[in-house]
């Protein structure tokens, strides 16, 4: 896909201007720091997918389907790459935050690590649910219980060592409602995705006693009826290990080149870098950028309308 003039232009010369000196100067990348910004604020950003990599995949696909209620949006074998993946959700990609799962031929097992942990996912009624993942020959690693509070939940793990927390709450547009992240510094992730990405704390807790503190940060007004981010910070714990399991999450963006620009210039001040410049995947044309926050968690941002377009080609 062919870029603009202005998006063509308007990374490099932002880019650039971060790094200029001088009184003229300054002032003019102050004006550009806050011009991209504000823009951030009011992108049309939303979730469209998280990658796992999966050791057995029709056998994931049917754990998540006959245990979760899931479905297999679409399914694709590239032999000449020797990978296949699946996309497995609560509704279609077009409209709902999904999961891709990527199966490389020959490896059975990944490492999980400890830096992501895990799946949110909403239900009427968690105890079937658990019943059934019991029955399939998951993990229950906690029970179904409110440990005295009002949210009743339960932890499982699927047969590849994906955690999911199970949330006993009413229908809501999108059961697969967030994932986790262990953070080092929980202020500064808060700061870089609220920067960066526009997003906003939607809810803030801690608990001292567990010794952790949480922030569900995310697009809309409430973090329950939206997927969000869950960044989670224990006391004390500065290091995490990444696995090879967990890849990242795709986010929508109407721009990817002045989406890149702002995380550029947000890791300037917290940290994190960009690791793939924006421009079309040469495979399918879908404009993206790609980036590792602060703690090194990567994100993917793709172009909302090449995203669309990529959907309905690869259901052709």
Same mark, same amino acid.
């Not at 998951?138 to 999911?164: C, K, L, M, R, W």
């Not at 997927?227 to 399991?245: D, Q, S």
């Not at 940290?271 to 980036?291: C, D, E, L, Q, Y």
């Given at each position: 896909?062919?870029?603009?003039?202005?998006?063509?232009?308007?990374?490099? !010369?932002?880019? !650039?201007?971060?790094?200029?000196?001088?009184?003229?100067?300054?002032?003019?990348?102050?004006?550009?720091?806050?011009?991209?910004?504000?823009?951030?604020?009011?992108?049309?950003?939303?979730?469209?997918?998280?990658?796992?990599?999966?050791?057995?995949?029709?056998?994931?696909?049917?754990?998540?389907?006959?245990?979760?209620?899931?479905?297999?949006?679409?399914?694709?074998?590239?032999?000449?790459?020797?990978?296949?993946?699946?996309?497995?959700?609560?509704?279609?990609?077009?409209?709902?935050?999904?999961?891709?799962?990527?199966?490389?031929?020959?490896?059975?097992?990944?490492?999980?690590?400890?830096?992501?942990?895990?799946?949110?996912?909403?239900?009427?009624?968690?105890?079937?649910?658990?019943?059934?993942?019991?029955?399939?020959?998951?993990?229950?690693?906690?029970?179904?219980?409110?440990?005295?509070?009002?949210?009743?939940?339960?932890?499982?793990?699927?047969?590849?060592?994906?955690?999911?927390?199970?949330?006993?709450?009413?229908?809501?547009?999108?059961?697969?409602?967030?994932?986790?992240?262990?953070?080092?510094?929980?202020?500064?992730?808060?700061?870089?995705?609220?920067?960066?990405?526009?997003?906003?704390?939607? !809810?803030?807790?801690?608990?001292?006693?567990?010794?952790?503190?949480?922030?569900?940060?995310?697009?809309?007004?409430?973090?329950?009826?939206?997927?969000?981010?869950? !960044?989670?910070?224990?006391?004390?714990?500065?290091?995490?290990?990444?696995?090879?399991?967990?890849?990242?999450?795709?986010?929508?963006?109407?721009?990817?080149?002045?989406?890149?620009?702002?995380?550029?210039?947000?890791?300037?001040?917290?940290?994190?870098?960009?690791?793939?410049?924006?421009?079309?995947?040469?495979?399918?044309?879908?404009?993206?950028?790609?980036?590792?926050?602060?703690?090194?968690?990567?994100?993917?941002?793709?172009?909302?309308?090449?995203?669309?377009?990529?959907?309905?080609?690869?259901?052709?």
């Amino acid at each position: 896909m062919e870029m603009t003039k202005h998006t063509q232009s308007f990374f490099p !010369l932002l880019i !650039l201007s971060v790094f200029l000196v001088g009184s003229s100067m300054a002032a003019t990348e102050n004006v550009i720091k806050d011009d991209i910004l504000e823009w951030v604020k009011n992108d049309t950003h939303r979730f469209l997918n998280a990658v796992i990599r999966v050791g057995d995949l029709n056998r994931t696909v049917e754990f998540y389907k006959e245990c979760f209620g899931m479905q297999l949006l679409s399914q694709k074998d590239f032999p000449e790459k020797k990978y296949s993946k699946a996309i497995v959700g609560f509704g279609p990609q077009e409209s709902h935050f999904v999961l891709e799962l990527i199966y490389s031929y020959g490896v059975e097992k990944y490492e999980v690590g400890t830096a992501w942990s895990h799946f949110g996912l909403q239900f009427l009624d968690i105890y079937p649910v658990v019943e059934k993942v019991r029955q399939a020959g998951g993990v229950i690693t906690t029970e179904p219980g409110s440990n005295g509070g009002q949210q009743v939940y339960a932890f499982v793990d699927d047969p590849n060592g994906y955690s999911f927390e199970l949330l006993q709450r009413v229908p809501t547009p999108e059961p697969l409602n967030h994932f986790m992240l262990q953070v080092a510094d929980l202020d500064r992730a808060i700061s870089f995705y609220e920067k960066a990405l526009g997003m906003k704390v939607l !809810l803030k807790y801690d608990s001292p006693q567990d010794k952790f503190t949480i922030a569900m940060v995310g697009y809309g007004s409430d973090y329950i009826q939206s997927p969000v981010i869950e !960044l989670r910070y224990n006391y004390n714990v500065t290091e995490y290990t990444a696995g090879n399991a967990y890849v990242h999450a795709a986010i929508g963006t109407s721009d990817v080149y002045k989406s890149a620009a702002a995380v550029a210039l947000v890791t300037q001040e917290l940290g994190g870098k960009i690791v793939r410049p924006p421009g079309p995947n040469p495979a399918t044309g879908t404009k993206m950028t790609s980036f590792l926050d602060p703690d090194g968690r990567k994100t993917v941002l793709v172009d909302n309308e090449d995203y669309l377009k990529e959907i309905k080609n690869n259901g052709q």
